[in-house]
């Protein structure tokens, strides 16, 4: 693998100091919210992937296979992400099941912006051990720090991880259809809330994607600041 350049190493730990944070903050409501430490840190081990682990801390507790269903449909976005990296993790079976591990938007990003295939499998391998390595460090000490603090939403700690969500989806927010979906789903998250279990609303959100349907001049109307 080709030596990766100082621009691709600074972006990659200031998306890893982000992860940190998020990670913190799952480790701590987790074991508030009545997880165990061992059940919490699990699952930052074999699942690795933030929403899905997120949306299971409100799912687990009342529906065990509402938490299943909620974490495949987060995850599909996966099975083109695999398709596109297919030739960057490699051909032998253990690097293709350590590669698909690290399969993360972050490592899939990293590396679809480099413009050669050997810098691709570079940042893709850094990025993915980098952040695996940090968000399970941050897991150990959110779990260390849920125990000891009553109630990690007076820290703040509640707040990390749609703050880190909202600071991603704003640069997608510029496409316009982007923004009809996130407003859509947005709509009936907050519809639903006050009538489903925690979690739910986040699944029925997903309805957004139904805007994707909508053929570009068709009948659908224009967003919030788009020329008609």
Not at 79 to 100: E, H
Not at 141 to 155: E, F, N, R, T
Not at 192 to 218: C, D, I, N, S
Request: charged share 10%; glycine share 10%; with cysteine.
């Amino acid at each position: 693998m080709r030596p990766v350049d100082r621009a691709l190493v600074r972006d990659i730990a200031a998306i890893a100091a982000a992860v940190g944070v998020v990670g913190l903050s799952y480790g701590a409501i987790a074991v508030a919210a009545g997880l165990p430490a061992w059940a919490v840190l699990a699952m930052s081990v074999f699942v690795f992937a933030g929403g899905s682990q997120f949306l299971a801390i409100g799912l687990l507790l009342g529906s065990p296979a509402a938490a299943v269903a909620g974490g495949l449909l987060l995850n599909t976005r996966h099975l083109p992400f695999g398709l596109a990296m297919a030739d960057v993790i490699g051909t032998s079976w253990p690097a293709r099941l350590l590669g698909s591990h690290l399969l993360v938007d972050e490592s899939v990003a990293f590396a679809l912006a480099q413009p050669d295939p050997a810098r691709r499998r570079s940042a893709y391998w850094l990025t993915g051990i980098t952040l695996f390595v940090v968000w399970n460090c941050a897991t150990v000490l959110g779990v260390l720090l849920g125990g000891v603090a009553a109630d990690p939403a007076a820290l703040g700690l509640d707040a990390a991880f749609p703050a880190g969500l909202i600071a991603l989806l704003l640069p997608t927010l510029r496409d316009p259809q982007a923004r009809w979906v996130a407003l859509v789903g947005a709509a009936v998250a907050l519809a639903a809330a006050p009538f489903l279990p925690a979690g739910l609303p986040v699944l029925l959100a997903l309805t957004g994607l139904l805007t994707l349907l909508v053929k570009p001049g068709g009948s659908a109307p224009d967003p919030p600041g788009r020329p008609a």
